[in-house]
Each structure stands twice: as C-alpha cells, then as structure tokens.
C-alpha cells in the first residue's frame, strides 16, 4: 500500500524468528561495541518494530551495516544526544553522530511532550545517522493519541527531477500517523523516491529483477539489478520530486544539514537529519468529533469498490498491521541470508546466539 | 513542474489584460454583491496573484462561479473570520463561510506572526470556500523570511485510491515555499490528484483533450472530455494517495471539517477548509548558514544534465516567476471566453468595463 513495489516474500528462502529471541542478541552486539545499554535497547526496539510492521528492508538486517559504521567512526556508540536550542514549541537537537534509532526517539519524545503542552511540537535533529523505518518513530507519538509527521533525509541525491535522469533530491522518507479511536492507526511510510533502496537490495537477496518504473542505470536506460541501478525514478513524478524538495530542505539546511546532493560520500559517512512535526488533537478541536468524523470517511473508503473483487482499498497501516498481528505471533520472516550474517557477526563479535 | 499537463498556451486564442485593468472591475464586482470594499480588494489581489504566477485554473477566470456562490448563500460576502482557540503557536479560525481569499489570508498572517514569535505557527481554519491557488498564501509568509506550508481541502473525494476506481480521497491542494536570498522563492504548487479540475475545464476551454493517465469516466475507463471525466487518478500512485489523505485529515476533521468522501454536494454548497504551518528559519538555525547550504544545493540541481538540451532542470518556483516577470510586463493572457464571460457578468452588475 504505501509503496508501489511489494515487499518480496518466498517461505523456501526465509526463517521465522520472533522479536524475542532477536533482541537479547542485537543488544549484545550492539553493547559489545560499546553503546550503552539503554540505547542499545531503544535502538533494538525500534529496528525490530520495522520488521514486526513489515518493513523487513529497514529492521534487524540492517545491524551489520550499522555495526561497520561504528568500526569506521561514523556511527558514535556512546554518543549524547545534545539540545542546541529550544522554546515552548521547538526543539533543535545535534544528534552527536549517535545512531539516528536513538536520537530519532528522543526527538520525537521532544515534539510529543511540546505538542501536548502547546497543541504543537517541532524537533529539528541534526547530526544524526539513518533512523531505519521513519514510521515506528510517528507510532510513538499516535501511541499518545497525537498525529505526527516525520521526514528524514538520509545519504546523496539518489533521486531524479523531472527533466534530468541525474540524482538531484534524496531520497528523503515520508511518514505519518493518524491515531484512531479502537482500532489500528493510520500510518504511511514511503520513499519519495520510487522505491527504498533498501527494498531493492532485498529484490536482490531473493532473486528477483528490479520492476521496470523504478531506476536508472548510468547511461540512463531501465536498471533492473541493485549493480546497475545509479539513480531512482521520483516516487510521484512532480509530487514525488516535490516532497522529496520539502524533505531535503526541512531535514536538511532546516536542520543544520546539507542539501543530499551535496553530501557524497556513503550514507554513513555523511550526517543525516530528520525533522517532526506533531499535533496535539483536542488543542485543535473536540477529540470525539474528530475522530467521529475520520472514522466514518475512513470506513467508507474501506468500502469502495475494488479494482480486483476480493481486494478491497487499504488505508494506509491495515498492511502493517495485519503483518504485526502475524508477525507478533509466529515470528518474523526473515531472508536465511539475513539471519545467517547476523549470526556469523554476532559469534565473531563473541556473542552467543542459541538459533 | 509542479504539475503533470503544462497549462494550454495559445495566443490565437487569447487577449491579454493587466492586473491593473482587471483590478476595479472584479473589486465593483463583489462590492455590487455587498462584499466589504477591504475584503474585496485582498481577494481580487490574491485571485490576480495566481494569474501573474501562471496558474490561470485558480485566478481571475473563477470569479463567476464566486458570485454564483454568493447568490446562493454557499459564500457569505460580510462574514466575519472568528478566532475559536488560540495559543502563542496556533490559531483555530471559523472561516464563516466567507470567501476563502479573505479568511486563508487571515490565517496564514496568524500562522506567520505566531512563527515569527514562536518559531512555528500553525492556523487550521474551518467552515471557509475555495481558496483559488494555494501557493498565493505561502508567498505572503514567504516574502517575510518564512518557510510555509498550505495544504487546502475543497470538494468531496474526486481521487481514486491504489485498488479502485472510485474516488476515495480529495484533490486536495499541497503547496510551500521556501524563501531564497538574492533570488525567487522556492515555490511548489501541486493538486494531490493527476491533475486540478480548474486545469481539466482549461483543457476543454481551449479545446484539447484530458491527455491519457489522468482521469477516469463512469466505467473506470480513460476519460478524454471534462463531461466524461468523474474521478481523478493519484497525482504520484501511493505517494499521491498518502498525501492526499494527509491533506484530507488535517484540513478536514483536524480543522473542524469532514473527510471529502462525506462531502457530496456542490464545491461551494461544502465548506473547505484550509491548513497552514508556518516555520522561522532563525528560530532552528543561523539563516545565512541555512541560505548558504540551500543555495549551493538548488544551484547545483540546476546545472544537472538535461534529458532534453536547452530544456534545463527547474526547481519548482522557477517557471512560476517567468510567468510572473512576462505577465505584470505584458498583461495577463487569458482565453477569449473568460474575459467575455466576465465582461457580461460585470455589466450585468452594473459595473462599467473599459476593456
């Protein structure tokens, strides 16, 4: 739903294993490498709500990545999450090279708390690292009943404009949350480019080609391997390139950033900065008539007729949720190839891992 | 740039008229209709506005439908804009039904005042009509230092959803601008759908056909007229979609109003309603820093490889201000019938037109 490729899914090529027995050996890694292990913690939670929502291409499979950066100095285990200036409504916050899962929380708890106190809250994070899925970041805040917004801008001008086949926006994530009165929220979570990068590099593990609409290789024809694929297509012609704009200026120069393109070298190397906004509801209007009101056009889009009978219109958050109820129960599918480089990292890094 | 078909352009076809001429003519039009000579003239300048920066779908070419909506009731011309709530960072306006030029203007000045205060400003505004092009009120914030945000919600759900082809959200208009030292503002302006219906009656006005991937008829196949045209394809797939619905919610049931699916009479017999943000550059950072980095990156997307030579990549804003800098030197071209058409309405008025 809020992204046009599918997620690959194949149960010959995956392993089922539940949050539980992942985390213990994520913090360890992570705690071995010396981040505290409170942040080590919150970084693990918020990796594996990724993939218990269904976004297995910015979770757990990532870990060996952010490991490398640490190694390299771009990520900072022990780093402090800094406030360089706030007031009633704003925070801006220089995320000290922390991984972003870390500063990300305390900045959306930031806007959260203001909002409630002034209706509206706004944390401008600089400095920062890739915050995995920006939607699990939005969930904290719809947990406390708030809509939130997030836009976050990790790595180089990977995204085309209209009129240039070039990488001239990054590609910035795009999310929000709508809390909703007994049941599952509304939350989108998209690229502003026609796909995550992350979603292509998981096309690859399982063996299949990238869609055409997608990437450009470097001579500006269709790109369908993770190797060719230079640039991305805009997730929305104009709007995509639109919002990809916004994203890079507000999660950017906004947030005592750069511009993506011109940050490049690799996206570990170069700061990322995210930006969020939250709203308070009932500093707005009557909660009750609100959510009265999002409801009875919410269900009524459910009730649309659909293009395919059996198929019926999604809002944005019924995939991740149905994939959380699953999930949650019988464990998170993982690609084998995944889970087996997380266990080799982990023993390397003499952590025992029981499965 | 900012949207999928260019604007029909044909000279054969056109007269051009100054803003200057047009001016009286459409402020003695809504006088006769007992509109406050204030209230007026702000919204024959905001109409204007939108003509001058090359939107012609949202201009001065609408205002016999506003009269119409005043000689209905659907658009009070003496109502008053009532602040309900307010706070240093946010305001919740009642539009009264006035005229949406009046009451958005209102609310994008609050909006702005409470940023320059607060460091961001918000302004929901309900129970208000059309506001015409969307950018016109990010440019007031904007010529005052201010990145702003507008996002309008008029008219019921003429959008489809990815799975149907029924409408399912509105064409909700999403603009923001950014201000540029030294240079034209940063400027996008995009309905959330494939294209605006003030884009489609253009289309059809100058005789072309609705290009193809933009509208569906009754059955669900491409419609080429504006009679066969019912429902809207997403202006970015998914990406359109999740912004609309966004759109939907904070200028719907966030700003006291219903989601556009519940709205199923006429554009003006529905309220609109309107929602702005509004942010201080100086509040999040040193703003010579932050014009420095965004300039360095707009210019660089600037000097990509065009696909086609002689045709370079735009930053939305760029053809707007062309637009802009040719008509308030060469008038305003606007399609014969339009100008007959308020030539009549206007001496039906009893309002003398010299042109």
Redesign the interface.
Known sequence: ????IPFPSDPSQEVRLTSEKLTPVLEAMFVKKSMFQFDASVAVKRMLEADLYGIPSHGAGRICEYIDAIDLGDIDPRARVLVL?E????T?MDGSRSIGHVAATKAIESASAKAKA???G?T?LSNSQTLGAASVYVRLAVEQGL?A?CMSSTGG?TVA?????????GNAA?S?G?PIQNGAP?I?D?A?GASSWGKLRLLQQYGLPIPAGIAFDET?EEATTLEAAKVLQ??????????S??C???A???????????KTRSDSAEDSQHFF?V?D?S???DPD???K??N???D??RE?????PG??????GDRSQQCFQNYSQNGIPFHRSTIDEIRARAEQLGVVVEW
């Open positions: 739903m809020t992204q046009s200036n007031n009633d409504v704003m801006v002034s209706g509206v706004v401008a809509i917004i001008a404009a209209p009129g240039t086949k070039s990488g001239a926006v795009f929000y709508v509304v989108f998209s502003c500006g805009s997730g929305g012609k104009e709007l995509g390139y639109g919002l704009l916004l890079s200026i507000l950017g120069p906004l947030s005592v950033g750069r511009m993506p393109i011109k906004i709203f509801i500093s707005f209007q008539r609100f959510h009101h999002l009875a056009g919410l009524e889009i649309l007729p659909p293009e395919n198929d019926p219109v999604r809002i944005p």
